[in-house]
């Protein structure tokens, strides 16, 4: 498509938006990026100064590069309270859930209610300005959705509210009494009773809007799954981690039961097995690797293999991916994981390397077995993570390691996925 001025105009609420790092930022942002080319003009309401666990200026830069029309106003959460902080570390892993607990207990339905309110105010002045035809909203937060729902009732201006991951029963969701959990999926019932399109990251998140919200058609609940930018991966200065080691590379971060214990372990019984094996292989962690994983790697003695390259701004982190032989991904084996796809997941497809996925039963485990170049471990399972390991490593001795199928990659090139995303945007046009 000619790469015409934009005809339409949408408005994007996003609290996690750059510089905010992360992965939670970079769907809303990379749909941005790319709607100009099909003919709608984005402006985005987002936060102001945060104080959050990693802040990512090469994602902002590419804001600015694309034109983005940025609107950034501030709430009361605790973010944006403790802004001059800046980046902040990430607590251990015990603190982080008991904060999160207290939160989850006084905020229905999370903390960022304030900021949702302030952006929807925000919104309001604008629309008396400008005319827009189409509002979208991107979760969590899932006040943002509560609050722009209740904005859509004073509008005939089409919402769409995408979820990246589920609200009621999140996977990491804490009822801690039963009236806070009907409390939930009641401010869901009421908020998806003003969306024009629901749009969800995969089919299993879109089976349980349909059971649990009996109201919506089919049709209403689109996929429209992660995906990675091609443009990320034009790198021409990248050098192999090891041009003579296997390395393995994980890039993320590691909370709740996304943990690399079980990993971790399953390599130290390798060094016990096959410490021929072991000697030629290197494990590399890209993102906030914390003291408690430090503290059991020296427990397991297994510091020689080990190699931290700390939080990296997404450019730098995408080398570090490119530059691996294989990548491996987790997820915990814990209720509601199987509708869980990690955004990771699918920026590794992007690099077409193997990867080593310890996934639960579930969609992501399904997907990424689609990719076609994927060792499946159980995630708990030591023995079977060390099988997979001698399996990757016996085919890159032999030069023989697969590569994903590339018809199923360009399914989720992110710039086809944003043309997916406007075509929903065309079917409520005024005429």
Request: glycine share 4%.
């Amino acid at each position: 498509m000619e790469n015409n001025e934009p005809k339409f105009k949408v408005l994007v609420f996003a609290y996690y938006f750059p510089p905010m790092g992360l992965s939670g930022v970079q769907r809303t942002l990379k749909f941005v990026k790319y709607m100009k080319q099909f003919n709608w003009e984005p402006t985005v309401i987002t936060t102001g100064k945060t104080a959050y666990f990693a802040h990512d200026m090469s994602l902002m830069r590419e804001a600015e590069d694309a034109g983005i029309r940025i609107i950034r106003t501030e709430g009361k959460d605790v973010n944006s309270l403790a802004k001059s902080r800046g980046t902040v570390s990430m607590p251990n892993e015990f603190l982080r859930k008991t904060l999160q607990r207290i939160s989850k207990s006084i905020f229905i339905p999370d903390s960022k209610k304030s900021w949702s309110k302030k952006a929807v105010k925000t919104a309001q002045k604008l629309l008396n300005e400008e005319s827009f035809d189409a509002l979208y909203v991107t979760i969590p937060p899932y006040s943002a959705f509560e609050e722009v729902a209740k904005l859509k009732q004073k509008l005939d201006i089409p919402l769409f509210v995408d979820y990246r991951d589920p609200w009621y029963e999140n996977h990491f969701a804490f009822y801690p009494t039963p009236l806070h959990k009907m409390r939930h999926k009641k401010l869901e019932d009421q908020a998806l009773r003003q969306a024009d399109r629901v749009i969800v990251v995969n089919r299993r998140i879109k089976e349980s809007l349909l059971k649990n919200f009996q109201f919506l058609k089919h049709e209403e609940v689109v996929i429209i799954p992660h995906g990675f930018d091609p443009a990320d991966y034009r790198c021409e200065d990248v050098v192999p981690l090891n041009r003579n080691k296997l390395t393995i590379t994980y890039s993320g971060i590691f909370y709740e039961s996304v943990t690399p214990k079980y990993f971790l372990k399953a390599f130290k019984e390798l060094i016990k097995e096959r410490p021929d094996i072991a000697a030629n292989i290197e494990l590399h962690f890209v993102g906030h690797f914390r003291k408690e994983n430090r503290k059991l790697v020296s427990k397991l003695g297994i510091n020689e293999y080990v190699f931290e390259h700390g939080y990296m701004d997404h450019d730098d982190s995408i080398k570090k991916v490119i530059a691996s032989d294989v990548l491996w991904v987790m997820l915990g084996d814990k209720k509601n994981m199987d509708k869980v796809t990690p955004g990771k997941l699918f920026e590794y497809f992007g690099s077409r390397k193997p990867i080593l996925a310890c996934l639960p039963d579930g969609v992501a485990r399904n997907v990424a077995s689609e990719y076609g170049a994927t060792f499946v471990a159980n995630p708990h399972d030591i023995n079977s993570i060390k099988n997979a390991l001698l399996e990757i490593h016996n085919l890159y001795k032999d030069g023989k390691l697969p590569k994903g199928d590339e018809e199923f990659i360009q399914k989720h090139n992110r710039e086809k996925l944003t043309e997916v995303l406007t075509k929903q945007f065309q079917f409520f046009l005024k005429d």
